[in-house]
Nanobody, 123 residues
Framework: VQLVESGGGLVQAGGSLRLSCAAS????????MGWFRQAPGKDREFVAAIRWSGGSTYYADSVKGRFTISRDSVKNTVYLQMNNLKPEDTAVYYC?????????????????WGQGTQVTVSS
């Protein structure tokens, strides 16, 4: 499975961005798609995930009510709509795919990763 993210950039606090993640390859084996982020000097952390079949969604408490994850099954693309962005959202955002059947927000549970896209929120 190959993943390519796009849509990062620089935005002021309170603004919005939409990230995209295009999946290709053996996507039939994917059960969950997730977004993670990593700020300088910090561990990679879970942001949101979506079950590919059925569309159940999961969010980190820090982004609930501000971020929305969605998917387009025809385009094999996952999106992360980020609203009311805060400076603490600044990080490299990574798209990831999990082939396991059980949901997980653990970084190690996702076997496929994109290259990451930078999101910078200025105050």
């Amino acid at each position: 499975v190959q993943l390519v993210e796009s849509g990062g950039g620089l935005v002021q606090a309170g603004g919005s961005l939409r990230l995209s993640c295009a999946a290709s390859g053996r996507t039939v084996s994917v059960y969950y798609m997730g977004w993670f982020r990593q700020a300088p000097g910090k561990d990679r952390e879970f942001v949101a995930a979506i079950r590919w079949s059925g569309g159940s969604t999961y969010y980190a408490d820090s982004v609930k009510g501000r971020f929305t994850i969605s998917r387009d099954s025809v385009k094999n693309t996952v999106y992360l709509q980020m609203n009311n962005l805060k400076p603490e959202d600044t990080a490299v955002y990574y798209c990831a795919a999990r082939t396991g059947f059980v949901y997980s927000d653990y970084v190690g549970a996702y076997g496929y990763w994109g290259q990451g896209t930078q999101v910078t929120v200025s105050s």
